[in-house]
């Protein structure tokens, strides 16, 4: 069959998810794009709109991160401006956000996840009218990785005749157990010493750190540590998002020049990552500022003030956009941490 291409829209916290499934989806002769190599320096809503038009069809990830992620919401409401055909699955238990509630949606929570990606493909062929040499899908194609997204969701069929096959296998697990116990020659602990050394080798300790400190510094130093090409990076910046729910405007500029904000995590003139040396530029979409004093916030329809809102030294906001009144100041529309 002829390539179609396929855009996929997710949260970066399914980014292990996601990959599975594109990967299994390029095998069924689909060509795949999504943004997880988005070149650093690259304007990211023009590759974003740019891939969108040149689509045949989306595919909407729904999983908790991703119904409550703006970029997502943002990136399915121009697909549908543009008459593209949406795709959702679920893959987690989560609330279909209401554009989307009475659209048909594959449900890979019921159906499981190889027999709803091979609902998936069939779908996607239906939709884009592509010649089908074969009618069914092999079983086996798609095997995603075993994460939060996908474990533990999925209504299972025959439940009571798999229960004495589990309770083998635990009884099995303790025999052996038993018999290591028994066996004190030394290579026991020697086992244990190599596989702790091993485990210790796979993980990656500065990212278990932000994760447990769940904390805006901790990301943004993460971050910058690690640079964009670290499979982390986009997860730590979604975390950030998740910590700023909240949008608003807020005055970046006097029209005497006086600045309220220096950048902390931003792109530089050259498109390269920077981190607390200010460079004196505007800020860019992206950019991660640090508040200098106490700034208002102000409505981003009506331009009013948010009463019981505001922004303190020190505290960290995303610039969403930047505006420039007739006034002379400089305005950027920001997410904010709640208080």
């Not at 988005?38 to 908790?64: F, M, Q, Y």
């Not at 997204?149 to 005749?161: C, L, P, R, T």
């Not at 420039?324 to 529309?333: A, K, M, N, Q």
Request: aromatic share 8%; net charge negative.
């Amino acid at each position: 069959m002829s390539a179609k291409k396929i855009f996929i829209s997710y949260s970066r916290r399914d980014t292990e998810y996601v990959k599975s499934l594109v990967e299994a989806l390029r095998k069924q002769g689909f060509e795949v794009w999504f943004d997880k190599n988005i070149r650093t320096g690259t304007d990211w809503d023009d590759t974003i709109e740019s891939e969108l038009k040149k689509a045949d069809a989306i595919v909407l990830i729904l999983s908790k991160t991703s119904v409550a992620s703006e970029n997502v919401k943002d990136e399915i409401s121009y697909a549908i401006g543009l008459d593209k055909t949406v795709n959702p699955i679920k893959i987690e238990e989560c609330d279909v956000p209401m554009r989307l509630a009475r659209k048909q949606f594959v449900d890979f929570t019921v159906m499981g996840h190889e027999a709803g990606f091979e609902r998936l493909v069939n779908d996607l062929k239906h939709t884009l009218k592509l010649a089908e040499e074969n009618k069914t899908v092999p079983k086996g194609t798609f095997k995603p990785p075993v994460t939060a997204a996908n474990q533990g969701n999925v209504v299972q069929k025959g439940s009571k005749k798999i229960m004495p096959y589990v309770i083998g296998g635990i009884a099995t697990l303790l025999v052996f157990v038993i018999l290591i116990l028994n066996c004190d020659d030394g290579t026991t602990e020697d086992t244990i010493e190599n596989d702790t050394q091993t485990a210790t080798e796979s993980t990656n300790p500065d990212w278990e750190d932000a994760v447990s400190s769940n904390s805006i510094d901790n990301y943004l130093k993460y971050m910058y540590k690690v640079g964009p090409e670290d499979e982390y990076f986009m997860d730590a910046a979604d975390s950030i998002d998740m910590l700023m729910p909240n949008i608003g405007v807020v005055t970046y500029a006097d029209p005497d020049g006086t600045k309220h904000f220096v950048k902390n995590l931003f792109t530089n003139a050259e498109g390269n990552l920077d981190y607390g040396q200010d460079d004196n530029q505007l800020p860019r979409s992206g950019d991660i500022l640090s508040a200098i004093s106490f700034v208002d916030i102000y409505d981003v329809n009506d331009k009013q003030i948010i009463h019981g809102e505001n922004i303190i030294a020190g505290e960290k906001v995303r610039v969403m956009a930047v505006d420039f009144p007739d006034d002379g100041s400089i305005l950027v529309t920001i997410q904010f941490p709640d208080k």
